[in-house]
């Protein structure tokens, strides 16, 4: 099993950023790619990014491009989501999960192991 934790969540200005990490401990050598998918109020998972864990390839929703920014640390076994120019519209439940799989994938239900989430809520 893969246990992944996220941080780093919270109430900004629109305009403004924020750093989320994920921790992941466990059988983490199972892993190929992390992946950040976001959940707003009344709607469906949505893939946001990925990276594999070599670090090598990276993959991004269109309506974060050029404003999130995801990255890892392999020694420290921790993806970040930088966030910048927030919008209300990025508001939601942010969930770090991990697939298994050795190619980058962008469907919510094809990830193996998840974390709990953590809000981000962005005033207009």
């Known amino acids: 099993q893969v246990q992944l934790v996220e941080s780093g969540g919270g109430l900004v200005q629109a305009g403004g950023s924020l750093r989320l990490a994920c921790a992941a401990s466990?059988?983490?050598?199972?892993?190929?790619?992390m992946v950040w998918v976001r959940q707003a109020p009344g709607k469906e998972r949505e893939f946001v990014a990925a990276?594999?864990?070599?670090?090598?390839?990276?993959l991004y929703l269109d309506s974060v491009k050029g404003r999130c920014t995801i990255s890892r640390d392999s020694a420290k076994k921790t993806v970040y989501l930088q966030m910048n120019s927030l919008k209300s519209e990025d508001t939601a439940v942010y969930y770090c999960a991990a697939d298994r799989s050795s190619r980058l994938r962008v469907v919510p239900g094809e990830f193996d192991y998840w974390g709990q989430g953590t809000q981000v809520t962005v005033s207009s």
């Open positions: 466990g059988r983490t050598f199972s892993i190929s790619s």
């Open positions: 990276i594999s864990w070599n670090g090598g390839s990276t």
